[in-house]
């Protein structure tokens, strides 16, 4: 490898954001590269869930929905999320999952853009996205269509029949990235709306949704926002478009007056409409704490760090493993905050990582995924999991029949 170990001992220790580390729990021994898929434990997590579980639940029992403020909770963290993507406060809420967020913000489009039959999206978007819109269509009961092109056909596809426009912004398998901003504009030249999905831009990149003039977006909670497993997710909605547009999940919390208990559904005012039911309040303490942390970082040093991450690790492993495919672009500026390989034995090869302490992922068919979290992510972390790759493939230690076994989630 031509950068050494003490290069990245270096650069460590030059990090402005080196003491967040210390802040997340990170067991002995793993090198966890991730966070893209679920953030690590921050420290206050656990104190915080229990001061909850113990202090308002189990002392304050229902009064805790107005004494601690728990009815509030979808709208303040939801303001907090809303500084880190570029939203104002009331634009963006937390609530339900981002399957069900798409479902919502995809329906009301839909309504919005009569005469406008068509969601357009990307062939390689994630696989939820789709499906949510496939459900969507065959509710409606014909008539729409879910176009999806090639992502270099994506800007040319947007014609008169586009209604919305659904993109990840960072591609979950590649990490590439899509311009926010431009593409927003080529929409809206062509009268479409565009929902982004930010579940791997929220906490990793500066997000500037109002500068973008963004209509809709949704996000997740428990990737680079740190929130737990399963933790809820988020949806923006721009003020402008807020009074138009029509939830279909038209639940209760979602009412203009939810303890009125009137029989008749009236939507509640601007982005609160977009509530359903009952906040799940323990995960919504346990997502706060995560954002809270995110918001004390600089997201420029968070993307610059990230940046610098991907690119050590691409430098020590394109060095000591030519075989191994960029399935990422490779302008680092075109990425978010991932790097993937490619290669046909990468299933068994994550799984020997793994073994040895080097927590990535993998994406069928043949994708390996590392993603950088700049809070906690070390220069030497990625060095040592960047050598740990080499010699595993230099010994072919992936080629043992138990790294071959696949479980249920890969
Ligand atoms: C781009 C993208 N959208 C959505 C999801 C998942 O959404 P949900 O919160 O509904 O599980 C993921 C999960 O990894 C994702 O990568």
Redesign the pocket.
């Known amino acids: 490898m031509s950068v050494t170990r003490q290069d990245a001992e270096r650069l460590d220790a030059a990090d402005p954001l080196a003491s967040f580390r210390e802040r997340f729990v990170l067991p002995a021994g793993v090198i966890y590269l991730d966070g893209n898929?679920l953030g690590a434990l921050p420290r206050e997590t656990a104190r915080r869930v229990a001061e909850v579980v113990n202090g308002e639940w189990g002392q304050d029992l229902i009064k805790s929905w107005n004494l601690h403020g728990w009815i509030d909770l979808p709208r303040r963290v939801g303001a907090k999320i809303a500084h880190l993507v570029g939203a104002e406060p009331d634009e963006l809420l937390v609530a339900d999952?981002?399957?069900v967020n798409l479902f919502k913000l995809l329906a009301g489009a839909l309504r919005l853009q009569k005469g406008r039959p068509v969601i357009l999206s990307e062939a390689n978007n994630?696989p939820?996205?789709l499906y949510i819109a496939q459900g969507l269509i065959e509710l409606l009961g014909g008539g729409y269509e879910l176009r999806t092109v090639p992502r270099d056909q994506v800007l040319e596809a947007l014609d008169g029949r586009v209604a919305v426009l659904m993109l990840?912004q960072v591609d979950?398998r590649s990490g590439a990235l899509w311009d926010l901003a431009a593409v927003t504009e080529r929409a809206h030249a062509a009268g479409a709306l565009v929902l982004w999905?930010l579940?791997?831009s929220a906490g990793a990149l500066p997000v500037d949704l109002n500068g973008a003039g963004a209509d809709l977006a949704v996000g997740?909670g428990y990737k680079y926002l740190n929130g737990g497993p399963g933790a809820p997710?988020f949806l923006f909605v721009a003020r402008h478009l807020q009074e138009k547009l029509h939830t279909p999940l038209s639940g209760w919390l979602g009412h203009a007056a939810p303890f009125a208990f009137e029989s008749e559904y009236r939507p509640g005012a601007g982005i609160y409409r977009f509530l359903c039911g009952t906040p799940p309040i323990l995960s919504l303490a346990a997502l706060e704490c995560g954002v809270d942390l995110a918001l004390q970082a600089d997201l420029t040093q968070v993307r610059k760090k990230s940046l610098a991450l991907g690119e050590l690790f691409l430098d020590c492993v394109q060095a000591a493993v030519p075989e191994f495919a960029l399935a990422s672009p490779v302008d680092p500026q075109q990425r978010g905050s991932q790097v993937s390989l490619r290669h046909p034995e990468g299933f068994a090869i994550v799984q020997a990582l793994i073994a040895r302490g080097v927590i990535g992922d993998f994406r069928a068919p043949h994708v390996l995924r590392f993603g950088f979290a700049p809070l906690y992510t070390r220069y030497v972390d990625v060095w040592e999991a960047a050598a740990i790759l080499a010699e595993i493939m230099a010994t072919r230690a992936w080629n043992q029949p138990e790294y071959r076994v696949r479980r249920t989630v890969t």
Do not use: L, V
Request: hydrophobic share 20%; with cysteine; charged share 15%.
């Open positions: 898929s999952s981002t399957s994630f939820t996205d990840t979950y999905d579940a791997h997740c997710a």
